[in-house]
């Protein structure tokens, strides 16, 4: 099971887990969660629920991958499989992202 914290702005706002079976749980921080004054990570991850479970890596994740040969590059260089989602995220999205949320694995 791989788990990673998610980072709004910085600001800690929940957890991303991957189950044995390849499963995704999303679940909002839950001091994030009740203060109003901060913002849902997105549109589809919305701060209705505090928690998400989803069959596949959820579409809002997904689309901070790289695609095409940016992403062969990235896996050959990470040394990781081409369709392992949820590695390339983690070992991608620490820092240098396209908007306010990073992604920092969770290493026990």
Known sequence: MRKANIYCN???????EETIDRKY???????????STK???S????????????DYLFPFFFNMLS??????T????LRIDE???FGILLATAQYD?????TVEPVTV
């Not at 990235?74 to 260089?77: E, V």
């Not at 992202?97 to 949320?101: E, N, P, S």
Request: hydrophobic share 35%.
């Open 83 to 85: 369709n392992d989602h």
């Open 74 to 77: 990235q896996a050959r260089l």
């Open 39 to 41: 913002p849902a990570i």
């Open 25 to 35: 749980i999303f679940r909002y921080n839950q001091d994030y969660f009740n203060d």
């Open 97 to 101: 992202t396209a908007g306010a949320i």
């Open 43 to 54: 549109l589809t991850l919305s701060k209705k629920e505090q928690e998400y479970h989803s």
């Open 10 to 16: 910085g600001i800690f706002a929940g957890k991303l």
């Open 67 to 72: 695609e095409g040969s940016n992403r062969m």
